[in-house]
């Protein structure tokens, strides 16, 4: 089987190639139990892996939660921003939140000390996160190196149930810090089955394609575990918005991405230097219309700026066609970016004494 590695830069591709690598099902086929959400409708979320076990226990009125975590990477951009949104679609299902920073991961796999983690995750994530919309009185938040001892232990104890052909296969490799942050994600995923949690039910993990050697690692442990009947956790699979000048969005390029904490001024320069997909003359334009799937001030507007479908798709119609160019597309995302941010800025300052008190509280 192709396999991906979850702590390398990753060029996706063909998003339904790796659906048939992975076995990967289209998220079509569960669309009609979902909440009615735009990264649904609009195919960013366009893959599961068991989520229908997990739909139909919270249709029956059973507990279910969702998990995710965050890398301490660097700034907070409108990459992640997806993830969030997700956080809140299940938050708005009451499932109950967990949400671990991986400080243990970014320490062994990308040099980043706990101390500087520690940083990163409460000034460009909780508080964006806050700011966003996040309830962090329903969510379970830790640093991995804060899990506890329960957690830890049961992160050693999960090795038994892997082979080290299973890890390499996986994987590519079986470094021990590769190892030891794969066994300490595997206590994240399952930890909401934890009997301190209220016990074993279904549990939701959305990810990029990138992430599931961990996801079916975990589901494999879950299903080998016999100290508590755990579920296997389900997965979704989101696509990956791209960088502005196209390729990979990456926090090491400034140019790539647009961080919620730029100021209007600076956003508004990045649209302009963006790639679009405007054709070189204004008459080969008329006549041709805009290479939309290039265009990444059209994705921008897809992923995060627009809910309206019916507002995006005559943009679309309009910029396909010929009628709409290049700049009067640019112009529209810099209203609606400018405005976003203006107000998410401010969220973001209330936000600031929220995530201090909680986090000298919990």
């Known amino acids: 089987m192709p396999e991906i590695d979850p702590w390398g830069d990753v060029e996706v591709g063909d998003y339904s190639q790796k659906m048939q690598d992975f076995g990967i099902d289209p998220i079509e086929d569960v669309e009609n139990k979902m909440p009615d959400n735009y990264l649904i409708r609009r195919g960013i979320i366009f893959g599961h892996r068991g989520l229908d076990k997990f739909l139909e226990a919270k ?51 990308r040099d980043i000390s706990l101390e500087k983690s520690r940083e990163l995750v409460i000034e460009e ?26 957690y830890h232990l049961r992160s050693k104890q999960f090795a038994k149930h892997l082979t080290q052909n299973e890890v390499e296969a996986t994987y590519g490799s079986a470094a021990p810090g590769k190892i030891t942050s794969a066994l300490t ?48 956790p389900a997965s979704t699979y989101h696509k990956f918005m791209r960088g502005l000048q196209g390729g990979k969005m990456s926090s090491s390029d400034e140019k790539s991405y647009i961080a919620l904490t730029d100021s209007p001024e600076d956003a508004l320069m990045k649209i302009d230097q963006a790639k679009t997909g ?22 921008l507007l897809t992923f995060h700026l627009i809910r309206d479908d019916n507002e995006l798709k005559q943009i679309r119609e309009e910029y396909a066609s010929g009628e709409m160019l290049s700049g009067e597309l640019k112009q529209i995302a810099k209203e609606k970016l400018s405005e976003f941010l203006v107000e998410h800025q401010e969220k973001r ?13 919990r």
């Open 278 to 299: 405007g054709r070189d003359t204004l008459k080969e334009h008329r006549e041709k219309g805009a290479k939309i799937e290039e265009d990444m001030v059209f994705e």
């Open 185 to 232: 994600q595997y206590s994240d995923i399952l930890r909401p089955q934890f009997k301190e949690n209220g016990g074993p039910k279904p549990v939701v993990v959305p990810v990029g394609v990138d992430q599931d050697p961990h996801i079916r690692l975990t589901r494999e442990v879950a299903r080998k575990y016999r100290d508590a009947d755990y579920y296997k």
């Open 349 to 361: 300052k209330e936000a600031g004494p929220i995530v201090k008190q909680y986090l000298k509280e």
């Open 125 to 150: 994530y909780l508080k964006n996160y806050v700011a966003l919309g996040l309830d962090l009185d329903k969510t379970d938040f830790y640093f991995q190196s804060e899990g506890g001892n329960n």
């Open 59 to 109: 249709e029956k009125g059973k507990d279910v939660a969702m998990m995710t975590g965050i890398m301490p990477s660097g700034v907070f951009h409108f990459g992640h921003k997806s993830v969030v949104d997700q956080i809140l679609m299940y938050q708005e299902m009451d499932a109950q939140i967990t949400i671990t920073a991986a400080d243990i991961e970014a320490y062994n796999t």
